[in-house]
């Protein structure tokens, strides 16, 4: 009897013992739990302004000064409907030669005339042009030339007068347009300050000849 006593207190012992120690039979000890700290939102960053070249308008092209443009001209082939011609200014003939000028076809005799007021300043023949005839506006800022005529006007002579639609010539194939298509080789130029047409800037006749119908 004494000996289950003594078993029983000693069990109690260890029960106590065992509770004292703060831990629990069968039970898995879980890991205390993670602390996470509040992390504050940064504060939102504001918009890069436009640099100035994005913020900058796209400014259209401005022409150069009415006051640098030719005058009004007329169609310099007689019976020629204006809304008939094409632009060819900017086509190539042969590899490295811009055409730089407008071909107006017409039959051959096909009266030439001024598309201007202006001077006759030179009557000359050349391989490429044949028949030419370089005509100076009045305020000898541009030229007109007049190519691959099939004559003169008769008593054509270099320092005569011109006036809109005086006669210059008829149109033909001299020089070395093709002997089947006849027409008149127009150019206009920009001179120089020293009045050499050789030198200056060609401008397209195109614009200035072109009427829709």
Not at 56 to 61: E, R, S
Not at 100 to 107: M, Q, R, V
Not at 140 to 154: E, G, N, T
Request: with cysteine; hydrophobic share 40%.
């Amino acid at each position: 009897m004494k000996k289950l006593a003594f078993a029983l207190g000693a069990a109690i012992l260890a029960a106590l013992a065992w509770m004292a120690a703060g831990t629990t039979p069968n039970v898995t000890t879980l890991p205390p739990p993670l602390r996470v700290s509040r992390v504050e939102a940064s504060p939102p960053v504001p918009p890069m302004s436009e640099s100035p070249a994005a913020a900058a308008p796209i400014l259209p092209v401005v022409p150069t000064s009415t006051s640098d443009a030719p005058r009004p001209l007329i169609m310099p082939v007689s019976g020629i409907d204006p809304s008939s011609i094409h632009d060819m200014f900017d086509e190539m003939r042969g590899t490295t030669r811009r055409h730089d000028a407008l071909d107006i076809l017409a039959p051959r005799n096909t009266p030439v005339v001024a598309a201007d007021d202006g001077t006759v300043k030179k009557l000359f023949t050349s391989v490429p042009g044949g028949l030419t005839v370089y005509e100076f506006d009045p305020d000898q800022r541009y030229c007109y030339y007049y190519a691959h005529l099939d004559a003169y006007a008769p008593g054509l002579h270099e320092g005569q007068i011109l006036h809109r639609g005086d006669l210059v010539g008829y149109v033909g194939t001299t020089g070395n347009a093709p002997k089947d298509t006849p027409h008149l080789h127009f150019a206009v130029i920009r001179l120089d300050p020293d009045k050499r047409w050789w030198t200056g800037s060609a401008i397209n006749p195109y614009p200035l000849l072109y009427r829709p119908r």
